[in-house]
Structures are given as structure tokens and as C-alpha cells.
């Protein structure tokens, strides 16, 4: 979510999906005194999860319409980077006035939260989208008598922080996706931030994921502290996990999590300056884990790791 902070000229960008999350859990948390809190994100596919039990035989194909790509099971991401053909976008504050936002960074941004997506299909060619910290969306699948299959979703995310609005519609032909991106937020009062409108057009190849690369999420998340004040995270492994991807959100400066590491263990220690001197804030510390498959692929389900003094 691209996002301008009230009171001056600086533009900040929010992967909304997963900083909405946490930040309502951070309050959760605040009123904790114990020193092991792990809350988890909707759970992402886990291998059996990618390959349902077909409910109902997919509809016999008639002589108007060609060949689709999209057969179930199966998984895939589009790949990046995105041909952006169109980004635009703008802010409004309180007062009314529009303030336009960089087309590199609404690109810069968009990307980051696209490449992310997994699309998993059933026997009967139904699609849910996996975005991390949020719960799937069922997508509306249509086929075209080219043999393009048209996928279309909305998602409303409503929270203290405000209303957010995402709407894809994308042609998949053969291994190529033709998407309109659309992105609306309105703050609540409670959020020092003003409304924004983003719209993309793209096209990109779609990477097709085996059931197997995709590994089951983290669990079990717990935290100590360091001698030197620092924090030592750690969670039970994935099945299929190969790596686990870190972040860390703090919330008095940070505007979206931020990729902290990448480690083969489950076991991060920060003991960085940031870390020590924020964890007396207020609102203390939030890590986010996810897994990583055997060629990279992300489970969007993951836990989170609420940390204060």
C-alpha cells in the first residue's frame, strides 16, 4: 500500500496485507509480560493442501472453446520482473488535496507484494490466492474461446488502521498473465496517514510450482532476550523447508516489514542497535518467519513474534 505521512513530504510504502496484520496484533501483545509469544498468520498450502480432493468433474469442453493452460492441480507465481505497461496513483489527505506518487516506486512496490502471490488449482480448476498474512481468496475463473482463462478476485481487508481494497483481473494464455492491479486504502481516524489510489497494468510469465517445493509454514515461535539486550528468535522447522525468510517490523519508524535474513536454522539472534535500543519502546518489536521451499518459493502462511522488555 503506497501511503503519504500526514504533517510533511515523505511518501512511505505498506504491504498492507501483512503490516495490517501485524500491527493489530501488536496490541495483543502489548499487555504480555511473558517472555514466549507467537501468534500465527492464516496458514498457507502445505503439499496435501495443494492437491484437493476433486469436489465435482471440471465442465466437458465444447467446440468453441480451445484448450486452456490452467489444469489442476497445480501451482504457480508470476514471475518478475513485471512489464509494467501503466502505473498510477495518488494520495489525498484531509483537506482534500491529491498529491500524484512516483511510477517507480508504485512499480518497486506492486512487485513486492505480486511476487509473492501463490495461485493454487484444484482438480476442478478453482483457484484460491495466497498472500501472506491474510486468509486465501477464492478467484472467479472464466474461460475464453482463444483459450484464455480469465481470473478474477476482489479482497476487502477491514481493521482499526482503515479499509483496504484489492481487485486483480488477469488473462492467463499459455504461460502468460495480462493483469489490472488496483489498490484502494482509507485510513481510519486512528491512523496518521492519508488515503491512496494505485492502478497497474502488466504482463509477466507465470512460474508453475510443483505441490513438493512448496514447504509447510514455521510454528512454534518464541523469543528470549540477549545478555547485551539484544533478541534470540526461534521456531519449530517447516516439512519441505529449506530456509526461513526474517523480518522485523518496528512500528514507531518502520512503515512494512523488513527482510532481515534469510538462515538455513531455525534460529535468528538480532543483536543490532535497532533492536536493542527499541524493544523499550511502547510498542516493542514484531518478527515475522516464513518458510522457503527447495527452489525459493515462500509459504505466504508464516508465524509472527511479538517482542517487548
Not at 58 to 74: D, E, F, K, M, V
Not at 252 to 260: E, M, S
Request: hydrophobic fraction near 40%; include cysteine; charged fraction near 10%.
Amino acid at each position: 500500500m503506497l501511503t503519504r505521512n500526514a504533517g510533511d513530504g515523505r511518501y512511505t510504502m505498506h504491504c498492507f496485507l501483512l503490516s495490517l496484520t501485524m500491527l493489530l496484533l501488536l496490541q495483543a501483545f502489548a499487555s504480555c509480560s511473558t517472555d514466549a509469544h507467537t501468534t500465527s498468520l492464516p496458514p498457507g498450502p502445505t503439499a496435501s493442501q495443494t492437491q484437493p480432493v476433486p469436489t465435482s468433474a471440471p465442465p466437458a469442453p465444447t467446440s468453441t472453446l480451445q484448450s486452456s493452460a490452467l489444469h489442476g492441480p497445480t501451482n504457480f507465481l508470476l514471475a518478475t520482473p513485471l512489464n509494467f505497461s501503466s502505473a498510477d496513483g495518488a494520495t489525498k489527505d484531509n483537506n482534500g488535496a491529491i498529491t500524484p506518487l512516483a511510477a517507480n516506486a508504485i512499480k518497486t512496490e506492486i512487485t513486492g507484494e505480486l511476487k509473492r502471490l501463490l495461485f493454487v488449482v484444484d482438480n476442478s480448476d478453482h483457484v484460491k490466492v495466497y498472500s501472506p498474512g491474510a486468509s486465501p481468496i477464492t478467484a472467479q475463473v472464466t474461460l475464453h474461446t482463444d483459450g484464455g482463462t480469465a481470473i478474477d478476485y476482489t479482497q476487502v481487508v477491514n481493521s482499526e488502521a482503515g479499509s483496504v481494497t484489492i481487485t486483480f483481473n488477469g488473462v492467463l494464455l499459455k504461460d502468460q498473465m495480462t493483469a489490472t492491479y488496483q489498490q484502494q486504502y482509507a485510513p481510519s481516524i486512528l491512523i496518521n496517514a492519508s488515503a491512496s489510489a494505485v492502478v497497474v497494468a502488466f504482463t509477466t510469465q507465470v512460474r508453475w510450482i510443483e505441490a513438493r517445493q512448496i514447504p509447510a509454514a514455521p510454528g512454534h515461535g518464541q523469543y528470549q532476550h540477549t545478555s547485551n539486550g539484544g533478541v534470540a528468535l526461534s521456531w519449530s522447522a517447516g516439512q519441505n523447508a529449506t530456509a526461513y525468510n526474517v523480518y522485523r517490523l518496528i512500528s514507531d519508524h518502520d512503515q512494512q516489514f523488513q527482510l532481515l535474513a534469510t538462515v538455513k536454522d531455525t534460529l535468528y539472534i538480532d543483536n543490532s542497535v535497532e533492536a536493542i535500543h527499541d524493544i523499550n519502546l511502547t510498542k516493542g518489536i514484531t518478527y515475522a518467519i516464513f518458510s522457503l521451499g527447495p527452489t525459493s518459493v515462500e509459504n505466504p502462511g508464516g508465524i509472527i513474534i511479538a517482542v517487548s522488555q
